[in-house]
């Protein structure tokens, strides 16, 4: 079992840049990936990043590369994202997730299910 808890959200304005933190207890395999997604306010969620907890191999959509940079530190079992010159449409809830179902091979970022989620954290950027 894994819980997780986001922070690190709040009010910003553009142009300015925020990290949020993903706090994870409960054993975390080398295997596992730590995925952040976001909901904008009438829209899907979607993917934005995710890492892979043992060798440290990133992924993003296309739209966060460059402004989005996504790490972990395996000592505070914390996984972080970075966001650069934030813009109002980056106003979302964010959440981290956990996919435990790599076992090797190529991974597919977008075609995974998740075993384990975060709450969210609210990232309101003022134009």
């Known amino acids: 079992q894994v819980q997780?808890?986001?922070?690190?959200?709040?009010?910003?304005?553009t142009g300015n840049s925020l990290t949020l933190s993903?706090?994870?207890?409960?054993?975390?395999?080398?295997?596992?990936?730590i995925?952040?997604?976001?909901?904008?306010?009438?829209?899907?969620?979607e993917f934005v990043a995710a890492i892979r907890w043992g060798t440290g191999s990133t992924y993003y959509a296309e739209?966060?590369?460059?402004?989005?940079?996504?790490?972990?530190?395996?000592a505070k079992n914390t996984?972080?994202?970075?966001?650069y010159s934030l813009k109002p449409e980056d106003t979302a809830v964010y959440y981290c997730a956990v996919d435990v179902s790599y076992s090797g091979g190529y991974y597919l970022p977008l075609e995974v299910e998740y075993d384990y989620w975060g709450q969210g954290t609210q990232v309101t950027v003022s134009s």
């Open 79 to 83: 996984v972080y994202l970075q966001i």
């Open 63 to 74: 739209s966060a590369k460059g402004r989005f940079t996504i790490s972990r530190d395996n």
């Open 22 to 33: 993903c706090a994870a207890s409960g054993r975390i395999f080398n295997t596992y990936h």
């Open 35 to 45: 995925h952040w997604l976001r909901q904008a306010p009438g829209k899907e969620r």
């Open 4 to 13: 997780l808890v986001e922070s690190g959200g709040g009010l910003v304005q």
